[in-house]
Structure formats: C-alpha cells, structure tokens
C-alpha cells in the first residue's frame, strides 16, 4: 500500500519548535519534488515549503521564511520540516505531498502533487 505518513505535532506554546517528518511507504520519493502544506481550521490548504530531490533547492512561503526549514534524506525515504518560533497563526494540519521529479513552474499548488499524508496537527497556544 503506498502511503505518506506524517508525525511530530502536538501542541505546544508560542515561541516553541515542532520537527515534522514524513515516512514513504510503497513508494519512493527520491528524485521527486516534495512538499509540506497546511490546513488552518476554516481555511483553504496553503503551501508552505518545497525541496528539490538533492535538497539544493527549497522555496517557502513568505509567511514561513526564516522560521521554518526543510529538509530530506532519500536514503530514509523521509522529508522533515523544522518549524521554529512558532506563532498561533502556524495552527493547521500539516500535510507532506509527493511531486513531479522536476521543479515545476507552480509549486506552490496541491495540483503539482500526486500523493498526500494523511496530516498531523500542529496546535500553538499564545
């Protein structure tokens, strides 16, 4: 069964840092762009970061940049998302999603993605 599954939130306190991982099961992500976005409860799903198969490339969403930080290890067949200072507006499920083996012209869009996790909740209190 292919899968992408997703761990590392919980709540925590404004300031505080969270690590999300996602683990690739069935499947393999290397040389495949890959993705976190985030849900925020009563909005749309929104991009927040994208890595390059070597890890060379990343872009972000502004409203992340300087905070936050991806990365991967192909050999594990999992990406991370180091989140620091976090604010009560980071509150969402964060998903991790599987792209194109290429940098795409729209990363920023769910389309660009053919598989998702399932999402882990990132929960900040002020």
């Known amino acids: 069964q292919v899968q992408l599954v997703e761990s590392g939130g919980g709540l925590v306190q404004a300031g505080d840092s969270l690590r999300l991982s996602c683990a690739a099961s069935g499947l393999t992500f290397s040389r495949y762009l890959m993705a976190w976005f985030r849900q925020p409860p009563g909005k749309e799903r929104e991009f927040v970061a994208a890595?390059?198969?070597?890890?060379?490339?990343?872009h972000y969403a502004d409203s992340v940049k300087g905070r936050f930080s991806i990365s991967r290890d192909n050999a594990k067949n999992t990406v991370y998302l180091q989140m620091n200072s976090l604010k009560p507006d980071d509150t969402a499920v964060y998903y991790c999603a599987r792209g194109p083996p290429y940098i795409p012209t729209e990363p920023q869009r769910p389309s660009t993605y053919d598989y998702w996790g399932q999402g882990t909740q990132v929960t900040v209190s002020s």
């Open positions: 890595i390059n198969w070597s890890g060379g490339i990343t």
